[in-house]
C-alpha cells in the first residue's frame, strides 16, 4: 500500500497528475493547517480512488458507527438502530470549515501562481551564490506546490539561522528527521539511519514564503540572505 502524506503538496502535479487524484498511490492525505497552500483553519482531507478504503475512512470519522442497512452486522432492532463496528475517531471537519474550504479551493491555482512566483525571484537571486544551495524542481516530471522554500548553507547553520532572525525574517527549520525525535528514539532507532537527511537537517533553513509577501520584502529577505551568507 502507498500512503502520500501531502500535506505540503496540495496544488502540486507528478507526472501529470495532480497530487491527490492518487494515481500513483492507495490514498493521499492533505492538510488545511493554517498555513497550508488552502486552509479551514485546522482539519485536512483523505483522497482515495478505492470505494473499500472510502467507505472504511467515512466510519473511522464517525466513530466507527454506520447506520447503512446493507453495512450492518446483526438484523436491524428498527429505525433507530446502528452499529458501532470498528474502534474510529471524531475526524467530522465542520459545515463552518467545510465553507471556507470550498472558497479557498476556487483560489489554490492563484495561491500557486503567487508562491511560484516569488520562488523564481529568490532562485535568480541566489543562484550564483557560492555556500548557498537550493533544491532542484524537475519540471519535467514534477510541478512543486513550493509550501516552503529551503535553503542549504554550507557552514554555520546556527549562527545565519540567528542573524536571520535578528534581522526580522521569521526562518525556520523544516525538518528534524523525524526518528530523532524523542518518541523514535524510544523505540530504538538511532542517529546515522538517514545521513543524508542527517546532512540536509544540519544544513537547511526556511525562507519565508507566502502568497501576500510584497515584492519589498521579497527583495529584503534576498538582500539579508547575500548578507549572512557572503559574511561566512
Ligand atoms: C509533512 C506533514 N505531514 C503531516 C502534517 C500534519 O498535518 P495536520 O497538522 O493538518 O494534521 C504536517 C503539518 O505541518 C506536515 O508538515
Known sequence: M???DAAHA???EYRGAKIGSCCY???AILSFHAVKHITT???GMVTTNNESYYKKLLMFRTHGITRDPSLLSNKTEGPWYYEMQSLGFNYRLTDFQSA???QQLRKLDQFIAA????VTLYKAAFKNLSGLTMLNENETIAKSAWHIFPIMVRTKRRAKFELLRQAGIGVNVHYLPVYLQPYYQGLGYLPGLCPIAEKYYSQTIT????PKMSDAEVQYVIDQVKKVVADG
Do not use: K, N, T, W
Open 25 to 27: 498511490s492507495d490514498m
Open 115 to 118: 508562491r511560484r512566483r516569488i
Open 10 to 12: 496540495f496544488g502540486a
Open 207 to 210: 525562507l519565508p514564503l507566502y
Open 100 to 102: 471556507l474550504g470550498i
Open 2 to 4: 502507498v500512503l502520500e
Open 41 to 43: 483553519g485546522e482539519g
